[in-house]
């Protein structure tokens, strides 16, 4: 597995070699950012220039292709000014998963606010229910059910931070908050994630009819 802490280090030298005071906020997410991380993890990077230029985009990918571990890295590379034009619903679990590592994004959270959030949970659950009915209907994917429930216990963490006012970032820190359906739906997530046999029919029937029920 990777030794995060030095892999960033070596991360943000070379970023502050190539875009210097240009670097407006570094911050990682995903398995590693939560201390969950397993040998096949992402290495889930947020890095936001003053500006993002093609060349930008360039240089960056120029620079990762010299770090360690290259096949693993993936994330977010924007402008300043795009982000602080989001789209508010998308970046109530954009802020609260990323753990900053250089600047902050706390300019984000005067749009943060409860309407973003439902909004979050709303576009969440049709998106589910589309890709679900999608699913069975056509590829009939195992894979796709397992990315659908991941994509499910991010709503739930939504729609706990809407109850609560406090945001879980680890899934299994929400199972003495939610409601009976769903913790069937958080409970599923981790099934799969342990990599318990996928039930395809069950399983879909379960989010398909939990997401009906947020929707309607």
């Known amino acids: ?4 802490t030095k892999w960033m280090e070596e991360f943000l030298s070379a970023l502050d070699n190539q875009f210097g005071n240009r670097l407006w906020f570094v911050g990682l997410q995903g398995s590693y950012a939560r201390g969950e ?12 220039l003053d500006e993002l230029t093609v060349f930008d985009i360039g240089a960056y990918n120029k620079m990762l292709d010299g770090l360690p571990h290259r096949d693993l890295i993936c994330g977010f590379l ?7 034009n989001w789209e508010p619903s998308d970046l109530f679990q954009f802020y609260y998963d990323t ?13 943060i606010d409860d309407e973003a959030v439902k909004r979050a949970i709303k576009i969440g659950v049709c998106n589910i229910y589309h890709c ?3 699913n ?11 990315g659908l429930y991941k994509t499910a216990s991010f709503v739930v963490q939504a729609i706990t931070y809407m109850k ?9 820190d929400l199972q003495e908050f939610v409601l009976p359906d769903e913790k069937v739906i958080i409970d599923t997530f981790f099934k799969l994630k342990n990599g318990e046999k996928v039930d395809f029919d069950v399983m879909s029937e379960k989010l398909l009819k939990w997401v009906k029920k947020r929707i309607c």
């Open 1 to 4: 597995m990777v030794e995060i």
């Open 37 to 48: 991380a397993t040998e096949k993890s992402d290495i889930d990077t947020v890095v936001i």
């Open 78 to 84: 924007s402008g300043k000014s795009e982000i602080l």
């Open 99 to 111: 753990k900053p590592i250089k600047g902050s994004l706390d300019e984000l959270l005067p749009m």
């Open 132 to 134: 679900c009915v999608h």
């Open 136 to 146: 069975m209907l056509y590829e009939k994917s195992n894979e796709i059910l397992q």
């Open 164 to 172: 609560t006012g406090k945001y879980f970032t680890r899934q299994k």
